[in-house]
């Protein structure tokens, strides 16, 4: 199976990559760096030459560009050069008075499909932060069904997605969630029992036809963005 860059070296030094035409979903805690690794995604996919829409559900443009240059990454000059799509959809509700808004946004819970309608017909690669949002009143078999249909249409345009889900979220929609991905991360802050010291910590959850660690991988935040900080021996999955 062909695979892409996920972004980050050392993921991609484990896993080999990224199926190509899969979803690989990423949850974690607020502050463990799930946007700032779809937006690591997004970047390395353009430099690769795939045309890529990033869909955000939270925060507008602005926000994403002030992450972004945190980091050195400039997303004008990707958009400028034909190959980064953005997608504001948090910024499409905020346009409706507040009495459309309670309505807007009740016709929108639970509707995955939203975050293909207005995808460009050539996109090869997508993020989607966070699909957390839309979960509101979903029953757990709701939830199942929406995402399946999501990640079939998705694979059914060749399209790598990488999906977003908060830890907000019901633990149980992110165990379901499961299920329906090729690949999952989960993306942690915990305290070191021998240096006492708090750290990051991602688990490869799971990626089919591919060898992965057992043990948790160490990361870190830092000028370059998301950094795999230790050495994982590979383990048949």
């Known amino acids: 199976m062909e695979r892409i860059k996920s972004g980050i070296e050392g993921i991609d030094r ?7 035409g899969r979803s690989i979903l990423i949850t974690g805690d607020p502050g463990s760096g799930k946007t700032i690794f779809g937006l690591q995604f997004a970047k390395t996919s353009c430099e ?26 400039d997303l004008k000059v990707l ?3 034909g190959n980064l799509s953005i997608i504001e959809l948090a910024s499409l509700r ?25 995808l460009p017909d050539d996109t090869q690669t997508v993020v989607i932060d966070n699909i957390g949002s839309y979960t509101a009143k979903l029953t757990p078999y709701e939830f199942r069904d929406r995402l399946d249909l999501l990640v079939y249409e ?21 165990g379901i969630a499961l299920f329906s991905v090729y690949g999952a991360f989960k993306l942690m802050k915990r305290e070191n ?36 900080t230790s050495g994982v021996e590979q383990d048949s999955e």
């Open 14 to 20: 484990i896993t080999g990559g990224f199926p190509r």
């Open 94 to 118: 905020a346009k409706v008075t507040e009495a459309e808004m309670s309505i807007d946004i009740e016709s929108l819970k639970g509707d995955f499909s939203r975050f293909l309608q207005d």
């Open 193 to 228: 029992p021998y240096t006492g010291q708090r750290e990051r910590v991602m688990d490869i959850v799971k990626m089919r036809s591919t060898k992965t660690p057992t043990q948790f991988i160490t990361y870190e935040i830092n000028s370059e963005g998301i950094n795999i």
């Open 79 to 81: 958009r400028d050069g």
């Open 154 to 174: 998705l694979k059914k345009r060749d399209i790598t997605a990488v999906i977003i889900l908060d830890s907000a979220t019901s633990e149980e929609f992110n």
């Open 48 to 73: 690769e030459g795939f045309k890529t829409t990033y869909i955000t559900t939270e925060e507008d443009w602005k926000d994403l560009d002030t992450q972004s240059k945190a980091f050195g990454w």
